[in-house]
């Protein structure tokens, strides 16, 4: 697990198929669940090269993830990650 990812701040993407057309051949989202067993489904929105999922965890703790994906390689991917509390002055519309 990487270092501790401050609240509010997004670096934990998830990266689509660079291959195919991904407009038309590839639906990719993933569920992540906090501490609190709370879920969260988020779908993955389109970037100049592919698809990608961004997700802002909304309390700190270890967050899990599952993909589901119609792309095999993706499809069913796990993880986990670490949220810090936001440092003094940083709040969700701050970002």
Do not use: C, K
Not at 9 to 37: K, M, R, W
Request: charged share 20%; proline share 6%; no cysteine.
């Amino acid at each position: 697990m990487r270092s501790p990812t401050e609240q509010w701040v997004s670096p934990n993407e998830i990266d689509g198929p660079s291959h195919g057309n991904p407009f038309v051949d590839v639906e990719l989202s993933a569920e992540f669940t906090g501490v609190d067993a709370r879920t969260w489904r988020w779908a993955a929105s389109m970037t100049a090269q592919n698809l990608r999922i961004r997700f802002q965890a909304p309390s700190a703790g270890t967050w899990t993830y599952v993909t589901t994906s119609t792309a095999r390689s993706l499809d069913g991917l796990r993880g986990a990650f670490q949220v810090g509390h936001p440092s003094q002055g940083t709040t969700a519309r701050s970002r």
